[in-house]
């Protein structure tokens, strides 16, 4: 029969309260007395009940977690970063996937799966400001994302727009003037594309670099293919370039793959940015310039100010939370004389 309070309580000869308290880990208890009740739970191999807890609690110790699509990388690599986040939080992560379509996203806020989760962390990419509205709900809800903003519930993103300046800055002081982007979407202006589109052209602006529509490769995904095609694209229409940046690493993987194929070497010949670092952007060949938009910042943030929310910590009126970021240079991005662009910094989001 398995172990229960009352024989721990009898093992280590104190209350059925104190080995509530030492299980929850209420503070003012004595070290003595906690030694004792942890060595007989060991002993005992007791479990709490953890559906009973819950019950009395009304908390499941899970938190959920909904992300658009865990095939991309960059979405996988931020779940592990949650996942980790809440372990040292003590609480569990259940991982739903939305595909990035709207309707999907509209009804799992309302699914009564969430009754199994104490609040949601929420990734949209099909919902844009005028479904702000929706994220009215009763129970806590932190948002992530550039699809979404001055809505409703705290908010954690990334500065979209000053790090993709800033990696445009880098390639301009490697002395690149003719700089293609790969991945815009055609007539976005709220989203990590359109914001990122804003900063490469801030740069080219206060660089005093012509902008020149005909270097911009659209895509509609962000996967390699979009990238290769959107680069075979650009090369066939003859535009001359000198570098790429993609506005995410997927997209910058795929247009090295197709600027290798054509011949071009890089860096000498065409120099190339992505944005996101992921892990495999160390082990590429050549290994691929980036911007780390403090993803890590990101999911501990998401964490801490949802467990805020769950324990009625947190103040009434919705935050906005923004990581900080930086330029990772590397193979990719490299040698040629530096053109110095007065203010330009390689961390500017360390600045901020």
């Known amino acids: 029969m398995a172990a229960t309070l009352h024989d721990v309580a009898q093992i280590a000869g104190v209350s059925i309260k104190t080995v509530s308290n030492v299980i929850n880990d209420h503070p003012h208890i004595r070290p003595a007395t906690k030694q004792r009740v942890l060595e007989a739970i060991a002993e005992l191999d007791y479990h709490p009940n953890l559906s009973a807890r819950s019950l009395r609690s009304g908390r499941t110790g899970m938190i959920g977690l909904a992300l658009p699509e ?32 709207r309707d999907r996203e509209i009804g799992l806020l309302s699914s009564p799966r969430r009754q199994l989760t104490d609040g949601l962390i929420f990734s949209p990419l099909g919902m844009g400001n005028d479904d702000a509205d929706f994220l009215r709900v009763g129970y806590p809800l932190v948002l992530l ?30 002395g690149r003037r003719r700089i293609a982007v790969v991945g815009a979407h055609e007539g976005e202006v709220i989203g990590s594309a359109g914001l990122r ?12 670099i012509p902008f020149d529509p005909a270097l911009i490769g659209f895509t509609t995904l962000w996967h390699r293919s979009n990238g290769a095609t959107a680069t075979r694209e650009l090369l066939a229409s003859g535009v001359e370039f000198d570098a790429v940046f993609g506005l995410n690493d ?29 892990d495999e952007t160390r082990y590429s060949l050549p ?18 100010v949802l467990l805020e929310r769950i324990n009625a910590t947190a103040p009434e ?3 906005e939370f923004l990581a900080d970021f930086r330029v990772i240079e590397r193979e990719s991005s490299g040698s040629r004389e530096p053109v110095t662009v007065p203010g330009a910094s390689e961390e500017r989001g360390q600045e901020s």
Not at 158 to 174: F, K, P, Q, S, Y
């Open 70 to 101: 865990l095939s991309l990388s960059y979405f996988a690599e931020l779940a592990d970063a949650v996942i980790r986040s809440a372990e040292r939080h003590g609480v569990t992560v259940l991982i739903e996937q939305t595909g990035g379509d």
């Open 250 to 278: 997927t997209l910058a993987l795929g247009a090295m793959r197709v600027l290798q194929q054509a011949g071009l070497r890089i860096p000498e010949d065409v120099a190339l940015m992505g944005f996101d670092d992921l």
């Open 317 to 319: 009126a919705p935050r």
């Open 197 to 208: 589109l804003r900063g490469y052209r801030e740069a080219l602006e206060a660089a005093g």
């Open 145 to 174: 994302g550039e699809r979404i903003f001055k809505g409703p519930t705290d908010h954690v993103t990334m500065r979209n727009v000053d790090a993709a300046r800033a990696a445009t800055e880098h390639l301009i002081r490697r």
């Open 287 to 304: 290994t691929l310039s980036t911007v780390d938009p403090g993803r890590a910042e990101i999911a501990e943030t998401a964490v801490r």
